[in-house]
């Protein structure tokens, strides 16, 4: 199947998260069939989607004319099954449970158009796991989007042990098509977006839990540091800029406090050892043309004062 044959999509499960991806899709010109576990459910899901679109075209979220045009593009389907039977590329968006995505999967796979995509948009589950119950399973991926949908860019494309390669490759198309930011990362539990976030996760509660600060200090803590940086730039290219020496070092100090799980990573060591420190070196884990160092470092600057001045003109989070 070729990316010019996607026409008609559905999204299967129409809560904030599928509401979300078929808002995008529809935006994009795609006619989406919204799926759900009745015909209320899924008219309920097409009016709210309806209103929030009109809503974020007023507030300039979205691009004069979106409210029209996702108008124009959702339709609700009286079940799961009369939403897949025609599209071309549909979405499974259930809420985290095995047994619900077994069963909606296999209700999608078996009523879907034999030459139909079918991308789950699992947070955590292998999409191996999940190809179990899927038929034809070379048509099955995972595509996993970002909450808010409608604004996070980044969206991990996972292929499975049965995978096709074309069938991630249309995905991707697609995905670049909606104005999003695909990255293709392997099908382990999680993927890369989960294990890095709930990583922090665990260790902000264990610092609460410990007493070093409370819930509301760690995330002024995170959210004005290296929260603040993660804006603009991975862990790596951090990590080059600032120079794999000082990782190392803070490394071994951490390591003696807490022990192996803040040891420095032999891949670290490794590369340190070899005199790859980074950008001051020319190289680290990644490989920054050194020729560009100044132009980067202005860029870097430039980047934090513009997002300072946005976070300025934002102001403090409602509440919090």
């Keep these: 199947m070729n990316f010019a044959e996607i026409t008609t999509t559905a999204v299967v499960g129409s809560g904030y998260m599928g509401g979300g991806i078929a808002q995008v899709l529809a935006l994009a010109g795609y006619p989406v069939v919204l799926g759900d576990v009745d015909a209320a459910t899924a008219e309920a ?7 929030q679109a009109a809503s974020f075209e007023a507030q300039g979220l979205m691009p004069a004319g979106a409210g029209n045009t996702i108008a124009g593009n959702l339709r609700a389907a009286p079940g799961i099954e009369e939403a897949v039977q025609s599209a071309d590329y549909i979405v499974e968006a259930v809420p985290e449970q095995r047994n619900l995505k077994f069963d909606v999967l296999t209700r999608i796979s078996f009523r879907a158009p034999a030459t139909a995509i079918i991308g789950s948009n699992t947070s955590a589950i292998p999409i191996s796991e999940l190809a179990t119950v899927v038929d034809r399973p070379e048509r099955f991926l995972g595509v996993h989007w970002m909450n808010p949908a409608p604004f996070v860019p980044c969206v991990e494309l996972i292929a499975g042990a049965a995978t096709a390669p074309e069938t991630v490759d249309t995905a991707e198309q697609l995905i670049l098509r909606v104005g999003k930011a695909p990255a293709r990362v392997a099908d382990t539990p999680g993927f890369v977006a989960n294990r890095l976030q709930f990583a922090l ?9 410990e007493g070093t600060a409370t819930a509301s200090q760690i995330d002024d803590v995170v959210s004005n540091s290296f929260g603040f940086r993660l804006a603009l730039f991975g862990p790596f290219a951090i990590g080059d800029m600032a120079g794999l020496d000082v990782y190392q070092g803070a490394y071994d100090t951490l390591g003696q406090a807490y022990g192996e799980r803040f040891d420095a990573p ?14 001051k070196s020319g190289r680290g884990f990644l490989d920054i043309d050194p020729g560009r160092r100044e132009e980067l470092l202005a860029y870097r600057d430039h980047a934090y004062a513009r997002l300072s001045a946005l976070r300025a003109e934002l102001g403090k989070a409602p509440g919090l």
């Design 45 to 51: 899901a097409r009016a709210r989607l309806v209103d």
């Design 266 to 279: 032999a891949a670290l060591r490794d590369t340190v050892a070899a005199g790859n420190l980074g950008l």
């Design 201 to 209: 996760y665990k260790e902000a509660v264990r610092i609460m839990e």
